[in-house]
């Protein structure tokens, strides 16, 4: 069986995090998000096409040709003009029978697996909002229609983008849409095949970093604890809570709940890692630190008395002793980011700073809810 994975795009809504590097490379839980996917497609599939042209060289170094028992082949997009036009760079490299994906969302081999038994196929998530994803109409169990991102709520199931399809579905003409893009969905309206509509039992869309929290228990989950790292005399860890080797958990810290530390950390002493929150690898969270439920990149460190709320910080950053990032709006709205110019509704009560890559911060640093900090900022510099 093969796939084929979606990752040319440059990912404008993920910035910060895809400045810098594709979308699908963005790390957390110790794997990028296309290795998260790779592992699902793992045991189900041989052969994977990765849909590369974004800053594509980091993507191919990252991965290689293999990956555990799935061979790897690159076919690169040079105009990037949809999803459809970059699926069908693959057609003539199909077998039959395939799946596609997009490299920067999450799923779960149980659907997977799923979609393939019911070829042909599409996969859709019930949500009571669906505005801005694509929307499924269904009847008797198949695919209708497909409405790309109504300005009202019509259906409360809306599209995954992962399919399994005939490479023969490529024949089909389709032209640009509105947004002068070729969709991979208007094949499978074109369709004269009835498309099987499967429900989704995991899926998360990383469409904004913040997004990224909602796949937390479902990774968290799939991970095997080690105990290979060192604990002095007087630190609490929670049973739940897991720790790569080479990790020191210094004395009066405290790891509550599900927790996820990386390889050779240094924790503490007297700081509070609360539920939910990542601390990647080669990562310093200094005296009196307290982090909740953030994802902190590599190599990143947090000096004494710093808060941490609610908030990505991403890799080989330095926040001076006492950075306090708010996290919550006094009148309790939903926390606004700018993105594109434009503020977004995050969804979230609480959120504090989507900080990029090689980011300083000076003592006594306070940056509000919702804050972004591009890459590469040294105090003093710009916030948006």
Request: glycine residues 10%; hydrophobic residues 35%.
């Amino acid at each position: 069986m093969q796939a084929i994975i979606l990752a040319a795009g440059n990912g404008v809504r993920f910035h910060p995090f895809s400045e810098n590097k594709p979308k699908p490379l963005f790390n957390f839980l110790g794997k990028t998000t296309i290795e998260h996917n790779l592992d699902e497609l793992d045991g189900l599939i041989d052969e994977v096409f990765i849909v590369v042209g974004y800053k594509k060289e980091m993507i191919i170094d990252s991965l290689g040709d293999n990956y555990k028992r799935i061979k790897i082949k690159y076919v690169e997009d040079k105009d990037i003009c949809g999803t459809g036009s970059s699926a069908k760079l693959v057609r003539d490299l199909l077998n039959d029978k395939f799946i596609v994906l997009n490299g920067d969302d999450f799923y779960s081999k149980k659907d997977i697996k799923m979609i393939i038994d019911n070829y042909p196929s599409i996969l859709v998530k019930e949500t009571p909002n669906s505005t801005g994803f694509g929307v499924i109409i269904e009847k008797n169990g198949y695919l209708e229609n497909l409405i790309e991102k109504p300005k009202e709520s019509i259906s409360n199931l809306v599209n995954t983008g992962l399919y399994c399809l005939n490479k023969n579905i490529f024949d089909i003409n389709i032209e640009k849409s509105e947004r002068g893009e070729y969709e991979l969905t208007d094949y499978l309206k074109k369709s004269e095949e009835k498309i099987k509509v499967c429900r989704a039992s995991f899926w998360v869309p990383a469409s904004y970093p913040w997004d990224i929290f909602n796949a937390f228990l479902f990774l968290f989950s799939k991970i095997k604890k080690e105990k290979e790292y060192k604990i002095e005399k007087g630190a609490t860890i929670s049973k739940e809570a897991i720790i790569k080797k080479g990790t020191i958990i210094k004395s009066g810290s405290y790891i509550e709940g599900k927790v996820f530390i990386g390889e050779n950390c240094i924790i503490g002493p007297n700081c509070l890692i609360r539920e939910g929150s990542v601390v990647s690898d080669n990562c310093k969270i200094g005296h009196s630190v307290e982090i909740k439920n953030s994802i902190i990149g590599k190599g990143t460190n947090i000096n004494h008395l710093s808060y941490v709320g609610d908030s990505i910080i991403g890799e080989n950053c330095n926040l001076g002793a006492g950075t306090i990032t708010a996290n919550l709006r006094h009148d309790k709205n939903n926390v606004k980011v700018k993105v594109k110019e434009t503020l977004i509704d995050s969804g979230r009560s609480k959120l504090g700073v989507i900080m990029g890559d090689n980011i300083k911060t000076g003592i006594g640093t306070l940056i509000y809810p919702g804050r972004k900090v591009i890459n590469n900022t040294l105090p003093g510099e710009k916030i948006i």
